[in-house]
Structure formats: C-alpha cells, structure tokens
C-alpha cells in the first residue's frame, strides 16, 4: 500500500556525495524549500507567511519538535493544560521538564475551553504553557471546532499562556471541510509553536522527519529562552523527504481511502467513527471489539 517504488526512485534522483555528510541545524535546504511550498500549495500556511522559510525548522522526528517546545517554554513547577484523555508522550514529554500537569476534558468539540476558564479563575493560576491536538486529536479521535479554537487563542492571548499545537493528522482529511490550524488563525504568533511529522501522511518510518513553526527568534513571552540545540537529521534522511510532498500526495490519499474502508468494515459492536470527517481511529464505548 506504500508508494515504495517512487521513495526509492526520488531517493535516486536527490542523493549525491553531499547527504553523507552533516547536515545544516535547520534543516536541508530543498527540504525546507519543497516543504513549504507543498504547505502554501494545499493552504496550511497563511497568506501573511508565505515566503517566510525561517519559521520552519526541521527536527529529527514530530517528538523531537515537542521536545524543543516544552524545553523552551517549560520550567520546573510551570502548569501545562492537557487533554485528557492526550497523546502520553506529548505529556510525558512536559513532565520531564518537571511541569504540573492540568488536565482538561474533550467532547465532540474537542478541548472544554469552560473548564480551563473555570479552573484559571478559582485558582487564579493560568496554565504556562497549553499543549493540544486540535485536529482528529489522538486518542479520542475529534476534532477541535472553530469556535472553540477562536476561545482558546483569546484565552491564550489573555492570560499570555504558550500554545504547543501538535498536528500530525491535519494532512489526513478525506471528507468534509477542513479546519484552519490555530496558528492559521492567529498568523506570525509568537504565542503559538507548530508541530508537523511525516510519519502520519506519508509512512510510519518517515517519522524520524519532523517540522516546527517558530518565531525567526525563538523565545518565550514571560522569560528568556533557555539555550537550546536541535540535533538535525542526517542528509541521507532528509534529502529523499523533499520530493514526497508533491509525488506521494495523490498516492498517499488513495491508499489511505482504502485502509479507512477496510479498517472502518472490520470494526464491530460497540464502536463508533470518530466523525464523518475521520480518516482513522474510532472511538471506543464500553462494549467496544475491534479487531
């Protein structure tokens, strides 16, 4: 079902003596370049940033990219509102900054951005950070409506607090209309830090290629930014990436189509799509088999 044949025939195309050497800490070149205008092509970078390469930044894999996020905006005892349930590793990640995690429930419109308020005026303790999967968020599988990502970019803006937005599945929309990302609503954001992986839209294995929306100067609004360092990928692994976007897009969308209708037929009693918009995972009720 993976397009195996075209990855080997681009990595033929683009390797030469040059990937078997370092690489740039922000990221290969045509990478950087092929990225950002597959992202401008299919409208997921505003109108207001397009042009603007240096916000995009090439990390070793989409977990690398939360990494830096937390390590820059996170100190020890710093709250961080969560899902919940969320993605383990996004929390597990911020937790090994030391933070205090506040967890915020989801429904069908995804973070309850009432709860966070509520929470923040009893206690008078706004969150530091706030990390969200708003898009077929992971596990419960929906996804933030626009109204609620309006609120929560004014509660953000606010109380000053530091969006991580993970989005590994903005790329997997197959039906229905899709919503822009937070940081398309609230272009050249220094409040907002993007996270992108390859291993969702185009293999598993490509996870060890990431990107990250940043600010041209990456610091936080409340305190000096700690130094950091990016441990970029290799050449060898990042020079094939750059001719997936725009060769693999129509390969990748129809496999997928047809793993969503063979995946969604073998579900059984007790199980439910997570939207008519979803390309994946349903969600599990109490009686749930799925096999």
């Known amino acids: 079902m993976l397009p195996a044949a075209d990855f080997a025939r681009i990595a033929a195309q683009v390797f030469s003596p040059e990937n078997f050497t370092y690489g740039e800490t922000k990221g290969e070149p045509i990478l950087i370049e092929a990225l950002?205008?597959?992202?401008?092509?299919?409208?997921?970078?505003?109108?207001?940033?397009?042009?603007?390469r240096d916000r995009l930044l090439i990390t070793s894999g989409g977990m690398q990219g939360l990494d830096l996020g937390f390590k820059l905006f996170v100190t020890p005892g710093d709250l961080v509102a969560c899902e919940s349930p969320t993605y383990t590793n996004g929390s597990a990640t911020a937790m090994s900054y030391e933070a205090e995690i506040l967890?915020?429930?989801?429904?069908?419109?995804?973070?309850?951005?009432?709860?966070?308020?509520?929470?923040?005026?009893?206690?008078?303790?706004?969150?530091?950070?706030?990390?969200?999967?708003p898009t077929f968020q992971n596990p419960a599988g929906v996804t933030m409506s626009l109204p609620r990502r309006e609120r929560l970019l004014e509660f953000a803006h606010r109380h000053r607090s530091v969006i991580i937005e993970d989005n590994p599945y903005g790329m997997l929309r197959f039906?229905?209309?899709?919503?822009?990302?937070?940081?398309?609503?609230?272009?050249?954001?220094?409040?907002?830090?993007g996270v992108r992986t390859?291993?969702?839209?185009?293999?598993?294995?490509?996870?060890?290629?990431?990107?990250?929306?940043?600010?041209?100067?990456?610091?936080?609004?409340?305190?000096?930014?700690?130094?950091?360092?990016?441990?970029?990928?290799?050449p060898t692994s990042t020079s094939s990436p750059a001719g997936w976007p725009k060769a693999a897009?129509?390969?990748?969308?129809?496999?997928?189509?047809?793993?969503?209708?063979s995946g969604r037929s073998r579900c059984r009693k007790g199980w439910r799509d997570s939207s008519p918009e979803r390309s994946e995972l349903p969600i599990p009720t109490a009686d749930s088999s799925c096999g």
């Not at 609503?185 to 907002?192: A, E, G, K, R, T």
């Not at 929306?213 to 930014?225: A, D, F, G, N, Y």
Request: with cysteine.
């Open 36 to 52: 950002h205008d597959y992202l401008a092509a299919t409208e997921q970078i505003p109108r207001e940033q397009q042009g603007n």
């Open 103 to 133: 967890e915020i429930p989801v429904d069908e419109d995804g973070m309850q951005i009432d709860v966070l308020e509520e929470h923040t005026n009893r206690t008078g303790r706004a969150p530091k950070v706030i990390y969200t999967v």
């Open 175 to 193: 039906e229905g209309k899709s919503l822009p990302a937070l940081s398309d609503l609230s272009p050249n954001d220094p409040l907002i830090f």
């Open 198 to 234: 390859f291993s969702k839209f185009v293999a598993p294995g490509c996870g060890s290629v990431g990107s990250t929306s940043i600010l041209r100067s990456v610091s936080s609004p409340s305190t000096p930014s700690r130094r950091w360092t990016p441990a970029p990928p290799f």
């Open 249 to 261: 897009r129509t390969r990748t969308s129809r496999s997928c189509a047809r793993r969503t209708a």
